[in-house]
């Protein structure tokens, strides 16, 4: 590993707003976006529908920037923070692997610089004022049974789900029913991810609804008066993390909202430090295109003013077989027929990519026993769709693997310009917006 | 502030063992011990019984360790952390205030380097696992109705005191009473500031009791085969922080229990770290001396290997005049006759200092409006109790204000030999150490 | 009112078999059944799908006892007991009303002889007994998450649905989420209204299923050794009880299980009781003829060994234009057409009831400000469904207003023998009995 | 048994004031009262403080009403009625024992005539109520974490005590922490005890006091107009039941709350009943003299406006013997020496009797294996203290068995005019009158 202020040097990073976490982790003040425009190329990886048998999105995406540092651009990736709990439980980290991942790992894969545990202090503090509110004579006239504010762990502690707080006399607060969720799932995470500073961050905070007063009016942050002290733990959390690839890429990780409640993708200020200081980004958006990457372009791309120059769609022949019917014990056994029928899960993605106006190349990452008869059945489809199919290498090969797929995609993405078509229009009723996504994406 | 590199650097630190957080803060591996023995006479700082009025403790601790430092004492002051919860509650931080604070402030009173992110992450997942191990057919035979270990949120927060989880359905965990604790009060921070290295803690923390089986036996942490993941965890957490007082003098600020049910000291590490690299290390430990110091005596120094050289006993006019019967609004107001009555409270205390054989210095800790005749009825009575009281002025005046006592101190320290006579011995029973300690420290 | 005594008496009930409480009120020994077969003729009243606007089945069901009795016919009627809970909420009993009511109305609507008081008892017992066998040690394994039996109390109290108990320490029970229904919902009243004796009733007590292991398996009351317990407490709630009508017809009003539920209807016992001892029995199941009835017709009467030999299905022109659309507000004013639309309801529950080879009579329940056109309306559909329709005033003139009523009803009824076609076979599985109804009752 | 109308006939009870409950039970009416002035001769029964050797008040009781039926006194006992609870668990019932029993047992010391199910109902009316005026906006303000009021089943059921309430969501009642009590230790039941009739009842009822405001200020049952609805539950329960010993003579048992947290005696109107149409009524309070005794007289003799003329007092050798010392095993084993030094309980409760200027009767109620010697012992001590000590066996020889204590009490009694001297006034404060208590009983 380089000392992380090398790898800031080298990405043009100012050493005054680099605010280092040990050797190897570093912060970027905001204030290095000062005057300094978007000068990147932004390349948004996602994936077909995640099967048991993985696709490896993380691994292609840091693979992919590897690669194209290979070629000689300056490069830069940008991707989520793990989250601690699942990272406890059964799943494997968040930070790619083999020899595409981002270094630190375990240190990224454990508290990092912080901002998990920031974000859980600011969301509880929240919750506490919400009871310590009900306790002291309720004066904004909240129900306490409508408190829609919960409170949350960076852990998956079932137990905590369903509970009953506000037990044990009345100096003791309030009883009431409430629960506990994963840190990543917290609102608070979502705003953190969208803000553009500070003061944004207030404002998005103060718009929380706590819940419900009796007669249905909303009760929000900001009426608790507590938004100053949440913002306050937030301050160093809003800050970009810097580490690198294990080649020395730079690799902006920063924000880590789940994609089934939230955006689900890296904040807005690590993709826009990364453009102002590289030629090329790598981001991902998952878990796959019609969850993450729709709300990556009708979302983020709009509230940070960027947008991809191309969209890469990752797939694997294993999972291609689950979706050609396969059980996942047998997706090791070549069988182009399941494939072929797989198939059809790619093409939905490649149309859905097509209905935002981007350019699209499918990356096949590349498992020990992918036979060449296999490749070559998506290839030949890919070949009817218009698009490339590359095959790449990441976990095995690091970037000399993903070199194809680099010069395919970079070819793509520097003759094209930062644009996609919204699927829907901000001003839209929320309950159109949600038919439009319904229709187009998955009809 | 100066650069924490060039802090660390007058002590002697290896720029190999500092982790810079940021700027001003660093972690400092333990490796940085080896080799170097402990070369500091330790000065021990503790209070009189502490009123609404205020000792200022810790102000005093930093301006002495300030005032050691104008002296040209090659000095380090040892600390513990404040907790996030009471600071954002009423209290105002527990960084020492004026001139003699210890800095970045804001940064120590808030996340700082993450460790009681890092204890309450530990000590929850010891207890995510618990339930886990309930819902899960429960092998080990635990009643889940007597299970002691609780959760932890580095806040105040009321309702959380007393709740009922596992709601929801069978799916959900099994429903039991139990709360949430403040982190500092966690066993995890007790054992953290007693470890003296990786093995120790995984030693410590296999042997927490978690509560009983229906036969009255007990079920330790190390039956769950969790003590690794919280070892992990902990594993930067284990590390002394460095940062540095308003006038620049290395600040060891690490661990942080509660006085009232742990050693309310901060870790051995910190008070080691400081002696392997300086002359005078300055430590506190309270609430009251009969509280904390004799904890600080009987366990830290044991565990730690070490001994002050001097014991300074903080006192204010303001706290005397509220122990010879003064109400808090009035103790601004001159009332020699108040501290005269006061006095009991401060000969008790030095009392029990000496049953330790330690060698006493009083400091007054001077507010506003304290008169020259108050001050001389405390001198008078320190002169009849054979020892020195000096004026100490460490809020307005900083290390300046607290040259005299400097000098007494060190006078004191400098020919002493490190030793205490411990009040018990490590090998009586339970009732027999609780029974000494009240007969003899409150008797 | 005429003394209990005397009604018995007229009854035929021998003296001995009679245990009065109080002057009006009395329950029949079991063993007045003894050497008494069935010698009455079973007339079912059932209704129309109820409104807001009431149809009066239980008003209908008395005045046509009444009816038959001004016309020389031995008549006894057989009814739910109303339940307590209800009563002293919003509704108005369960006595019938005006001249066609159960006496004492008072006495049958609030403790009546403790039938409900008993089953509760009894239902509480059980899950007493349940708690206390998880608080010892929990020999059978009951899976204390998957405790399906609940408490009752006889009473709407709505903050008892959800309730965690268990709590106050590991002396006081297992916590667990459970809750209260309303005691006339207990499986313990249905079983009461099946059972033909104390040893059926045994029986069936021991077959509740109380909740599951962990393995999945059932735990039943009869392995928690309590049955014999609930039984004694059940001793006399099995005995039907006997009142009378306003006009002094004897009537057995005994059982009270929901039919949204259970069977909902009155006890077999009673109605065994009233068929022994008159020439012809009113009884009366609803809500409307395709829930409570289909349960009287496949369950009551084939545990009971009976049958009826007419069905009455009773219609307000208030509740057929509800059906054809009118609003409550509006349904005192005359609107033929309206009624003309709302027959389809009764249709299909004429069609329903010559599902079962019953012969039908439709009793018009007259209000005040019902017209001759829309009675017409109804009488022509009838016409052409080839049964009667007549009009009857049970609540504004006793029997005497429903004397054509008994008339037509008696005319079918005498000569009918005592049959009906099972909708289904109870040697079939559950799902196939769940799709035979819900396709032929309500297809 | 005699048929329950011959006995009340016997007694003199007008027929139209009975209302049976079968053959062997009935209530009386409140009426018969009207006109009829006490004329009886009172006899309360105590007993030395228990033991669990036992001491047999309630078989005493009985046993020496029908000795004074022997003599041709005509004669009622006045008893609590069981509750259910206990009698399901592991005692015996409360009906007294061997050859002087009150039958029939079984029917009371199951559902007897509803009383118990009545107060329950009453009570859990209320509690519903404040539910759900907690629900419904509270208008009242009454603060859900301070209501006093519980809710109650007659059972022992440990899981119910401590509970969490209106959990389920906002539809479902505000979440709170309450707990069921055992029936019989409902404040309606203390209250049904002491009232003198329907409208004494109600003022009594409104004034329970639910819980309190934030402000302190209480909310009674009145404020929630439910006490109209309370007295209808109760109207039955109001009256006295008539039931008769082995040997026929009546008994009004009535009433059954707890002597540990009420009064824990029969009704008022029982006593007065029995007053009315006896010439000796015998009536017990217990558990000791101490405890219910001094409640007797200082609450219900003046609320009742009746006094005894006697007082007995119950002691078996085998308690003597427990006070003097002796495990529960050895009690059988004659020891003159330790029933001597068990006197001394006797004598304070001989003491007690006198402060209320009661005459005594010492009543040895005799077990198999008791000897002449240790009787001898109790004699002389009686003698030494002015009073006679009279063997009873009412266990074992009913009437006849009690013949002697019959002739000693009826001497004492029929001569002494009902008098008592209160131990305190009701005017004065609730401190000193615990405070006279305390030291005159307990002293």
Redesign the interface.
């Known amino acids: 590993m380089r000392p992380i202020a090398d790898v800031a040097k080298d990405l043009g990073v100012d050493p005054t707003h680099l605010?280092?976490?040990?050797?190897y982790k570093a912060?970027v003040a905001l204030k290095a976006l000062n005057g300094r425009p978007s000068q990147g190329r932004l390349i948004l990886v996602s994936a077909i529908t995640p099967t048991p048998a993985g696709e490896g999105k993380t691994t292609c995406s840091v693979g992919l920037a590897q690669g194209l540092g290979l070629l000689g651009v300056k490069t830069a990736v940008a991707l989520r923070e793990p989250s601690?709990g699942p990272y406890?439980g059964m799943k494997g980290g968040g930070t790619g692997g083999g020899c595409s991942q981002v270094v630190p790992a375990d240190d990224v894969n454990?508290?990092f610089t912080?901002d998990i545990?920031?974000v859980?202090?600011a969301h509880?503090?929240l919750?506490?004022v919400v009871?310590?509110h009900?306790?002291h004579?309720n004066p904004l006239g909240l129900?306490?049974?409508?408190v829609l504010w919960r409170?949350v762990?960076?852990?998956?502690?079932?137990?905590?789900?369903?509970?009953?707080?506000?037990?044990?006399?009345?100096r003791?607060?309030?009883?009431?029913?409430t629960?506990f969720d994963i840190a990543a799932a917290s609102e608070v995470m979502a705003i953190l991810c969208l803000a553009d500073g500070i003061h944004d961050l207030k404002q998005r905070l103060g718009r929380i609804v706590i819940g419900f007063r009796?007669d249905g009016s909303a009760v929000e942050a900001a009426d608790l008066k507590v938004v100053g002290?949440m913002a306050?733990?937030l301050?160093?959390a809003l800050k970009p993390n810097l580490v690198q690839t294990t080649e020395g890429v730079p690799a902006f990780v920063h924000g880590g909202p789940f994609a089934n409640i939230a955006h689900g993708t890296n904040s807005i200020t690590a993709t826009r430090m990364a453009l102002a200081h590289a030629d090329a980004v790598v981001t991902e958006a998952g878990f796959a295109f019609e969850l993450g990457a729709e709300k990556f372009f009708d979302i983020n791309c709009r509230y940070g003013g960027f947008a991809p120059c191309c969209t890469v769609l990752v797939a694997t022949l294993r999972a291609l077989k689950m979706h050609g019917g396969v059980p996942l014990a047998q997706v090791g056994a070549p069988d182009p027929g399941a494939v072929s029928r797989g198939l059809a899960n790619l093409e939905k993605h490649v149309e859905n990519i097509r209905k935002f106006e981007q350019r699209c190349v499918v990356a096949i990452n590349h498992f020990p026993g992918d036979t060449e008869d296999e490749i070559a059945v998506v290839r030949d489809h890919a070949d009817v769709l218009g698009i490339e199919a590359v095959v790449a290498k990441p976990f095995s090969e690091g970037g000399e693997g993903c070199r194809a797929l680099a010069e395919k995609v970079w070819a793509v993405a520097r003759r094209s310009r930062p644009y996609f078509k919204p699927l829907y229009e901000w001003s839209e009723p929320i309950e159109k917006k949600i038919f439009t996504i319904a229709s187009e994406m998955y009809g």
Chains 1, 2, 3, 4 share one sequence.
């Open positions: 605010e280092p976490y040990g050797l912060k601690l406890l454990l508290h912080g545990h920031a859980s202090a509880n503090l919750a506490a009871d310590n009900l306790h004579g129900d306490s049974r409508r409170r762990v960076d852990m998956n502690d079932r137990a905590l789900r369903d509970i009953v707080i506000g037990l044990g006399g009345h003791e607060g309030v009883p009431r029913e629960g009796s002290a306050v733990l301050r160093d």
